[in-house]
């Protein structure tokens, strides 16, 4: 933990309180060398106090420790090691295998754990996933390297086990954990996010097709944007539908009257009979309410005012609305109301598959980041790990 800012500073604490000042200065010292652009500053200071040799030793600590953060990326860190092995490095191969295959059962860990439980899931499973690792490794250290010292946090284990009076271990442990379960979060809000994607999408696409599916979730972002800007949060429900002429390829949407009015968008559904009450003019309605107000009523006058002559054959509409229950989308069933006008509406795909959840995109830079974010966090214990070992 002596790399990372926070951690290292509530080691020094614990250690000073637990009466290990010397090592609490160790910890301070190393956070100096090793922490990313603090190290960088040391070393300015040591230069211009005239300590060049200092101010080498410090970035060389720090290059060390870079190359400890490198072992810890899945692929880099496997072929970096058998690099090592090549070159007859059998330490530095064994390391950097070890740390490689730790971070990729973590975040293996953090994607399985947020497919059963979400996020929380998620930070779980890379704990539990941290240790099941590190015992794994451990193992096969004693009895086939012979090695006495267990990896990771069972190591820590050792030394609390050895030393209990120091403070510092206990923070190492915790820290650790803690640390694990963040790659695990950040593992599942990325990867795990677009598995999730992937598997609800296939569901729904069994039953009613690769295009419709598409309309769901293009329906789905679009009522997510629109209640996370505006005022919408509090208001009754809000249901969207999206109309799309499969001749020309253009879809046209519409909202439910409460909706429209926040979004000032009800000019074109203004006054007299509706494009689908033109259509169906002796349609009855079972429900005492006008059916101006639904968001089908919308989507469908946009499209025939746009193409008079387009035939309920050629047109797919699904609706969705926000679910109280889920909090998000879900997909919804026309009304009664609605039901009255299918001679005119065509396709209507989300009327067979009642309130399913409306799987959320996970863009390429999502996924990137959020696995960007793991894999930092991981490097950055790995380099404290790597480096607290051989510096003071």
Avoid: W
Wanted: overall charge positive; hydrophobic content about 35%; proline content about 4%.
């Amino acid at each position: 933990m002596d790399a990372i800012p926070i951690f290292s500073q509530v080691k020094s604490l614990v250690q000073v309180i637990s009466g290990d000042h010397k090592g609490a200065k160790a910890t301070q010292k190393n956070f100096l060398k090793l922490c990313p652009g603090v190290s960088q500053g040391t070393s300015v200071v040591q230069a211009l106090s005239g300590d060049k040799e200092g101010a080498k030793e410090t970035q060389k600590q720090f290059l060390k420790g870079m190359n400890g953060a490198l072992d810890s990326l899945p692929v880099v860190g496997h072929v970096k090691g058998t690099v090592h092995y090549i070159c007859g490095d059998k330490e530095g191969g064994h390391n950097a295998m070890k740390a490689a295959t730790r971070t990729t059962g973590v975040m293996a860990g953090g994607v399985g754990g947020f497919l059963v439980g979400g996020p929380v899931g998620a930070t779980v499973g890379g704990m539990m996933a941290g240790v099941a690792m590190d015992e794994a490794i451990s193992i096969t250290d004693v009895l086939v390297c012979k090695e006495k010292q267990l990896y990771g946090t069972l190591g820590i284990i050792q030394h609390i086990v050895e030393d209990p009076k120091n403070g510092g271990n206990y923070v190492d442990l915790i820290g650790s954990i803690a640390l694990d379960g963040a790659t695990g979060y950040a593992g599942g809000k990325g990867l795990g996010r677009k598995i999730e994607y992937k598997v609800q999408k296939g569901k729904l696409q069994n039953v009613v097709g690769k295009g419709a599916v598409k309309q769901i979730v293009d329906a789905g972002e679009s009522i997510r944007e629109i209640r996370s800007t505006t005022t919408i949060k509090g208001n009754k429900p809000h249901v969207l539908t999206i109309a799309e002429d499969l001749q020309t390829g253009k879809k046209y949407k519409g909202q439910n009257l409460q909706i429209r009015k926040i979004l000032k968008d009800n000019n074109d559904m203004a006054g007299g009979p509706t494009e689908l009450q033109k259509r169906v003019p002796d349609a009855r309605l079972p429900l005492k309410r006008n059916p101006a107000t639904c968001a089908e009523q919308q989507a469908y006058s946009r499209l025939y005012k746009d193409r008079v002559n387009a035939e309920p054959g050629q047109i797919r509409s699904v609706s969705v609305k926000m679910s109280k229950n889920h909090r998000r989308p879900v997909t919804v069933e026309r009304c009664e109301n609605c039901k009255q006008f299918s001679p005119a509406m065509g396709s209507v795909p989300t009327d067979i598959i009642g309130e399913k959840i409306v799987p959320k995109r996970v863009g390429l830079k999502t996924l990137s980041a959020y696995s960007a974010l793991g894999l930092g966090i991981c490097a950055l214990d790995e380099e404290s790990k790597h480096l607290s070992k051989n510096t003071v």
